[in-house]
């Protein structure tokens, strides 16, 4: 579906090297805790991520652009309901440890893991392998960083799932204007002091929101998605698009999908 209004590459507070690290967990975290988690924009990636296992024998999955777990821990036990054992990795250029070793403790598995170093992905270190994952992070690249992402995957052959749950459609960017109620919300359901000052400051409520309005005209479309992925082709790989409409309150999800084929596929 195309969108309605032309994609602008704005910047975002989170992703400047000067934001406060601090100030940048409390964001991603906000997002993790109070969206999605709460409610649960990913749950129809799971057939899809379990498709996937199924069909690439891959029994790890690397996700890239972590931030503070995303749908991690309502997804991972449904994927394995679902999929059987699968290896968890979290990994971030910018790694929130703190989140993401609290994510991994409340799997509780045994067999999800934070990669010790941050990782660019770009670049997946070697020896990382597995299904790659990227959960409402794709829009933070650049046309240019986004094709190296893809290209990275498809150089690899490693089979890659990227799920957005905003649109540079109206009920999306409409939506942002609910941020600064949504943080004031969640603050008042988890405060911390700085959680307090930052909202009474008018900080938190101000990235949020903007952050999340500029993520809405980053975010690529369709048509954007199979332009990033021309010219990545080969008899052994396929690229495919699906947008998922789960209805109700729930936000579209769009995935682009790269994996591995065999001659007989």
């Known amino acids: 579906m195309r969108s309605v209004v032309p994609r602008l590459h ?20 906000f997002l993790q805790e109070a969206l999605v988690l ?8 799971t057939p899809v991520l379990a498709g996937l296992v199924r ?15 995303g749908p991690w821990e309502h997804l991972k036990p449904e994927l394995q309901q679902d999929a059987g054992p699968v290896e968890l ?26 990669h010790p170093d941050p990782v660019d992905a770009t670049a997946v270190p070697e020896g990382q392998d597995g299904i790659r994952t990227v959960f409402t992070a794709f829009h933070h690249f650049p ?9 990275d995957a498809f150089t690899r052959r490693a089979p890659l799932c990227v799920a957005e749950s905003s649109e540079r459609r109206w009920p999306s960017l409409l939506a942002t204007l609910l941020a600064p109620m949504l943080v004031v919300g969640h603050v008042l359901r988890n405060p911390t002091p700085l959680r307090l000052l930052c ?7 101000l990235v949020v ?7 809405a005209l980053r975010t690529y479309d369709g048509a954007d998605l199979a332009s ?16 998922i409409a789960p209805g109700g309150a729930a936000p579209p999800v769009l995935l682009l999908i790269g994996e591995p084929v065999s001659a007989t596929d």
């Open 38 to 45: 709460r409610h649960r924009f990913y749950a129809p990636v």
């Open 209 to 215: 929101t903007w952050d999340g309005l500029v993520s």
């Open 143 to 151: 046309p240019d960083v986004a094709r190296a992402v893809l290209a």
């Open 89 to 114: 990795v979290f990994t971030d250029r910018f790694p929130n440890r703190r989140a993401l070793q609290g994510a991994c403790d409340r799997i509780g598995d045994g067999r999800t893991h934070v």
């Open 10 to 29: 704005l910047f975002e507070f989170e992703d400047q090297s000067w934001f406060p690290s601090r100030l940048r967990d409390m964001t991603t975290e």
């Open 228 to 243: 990033l992925t021309a010219g990545l082709s080969a008899p052994d790989y396929r690229w495919w698009t699906e947008r």
């Open 199 to 205: 909202t009474v400051l008018g900080v938190l409520p």
């Open 55 to 69: 069909r690439t024998g891959q029994r790890r999955v690397i996700d890239l652009c972590s931030g503070a777990s």
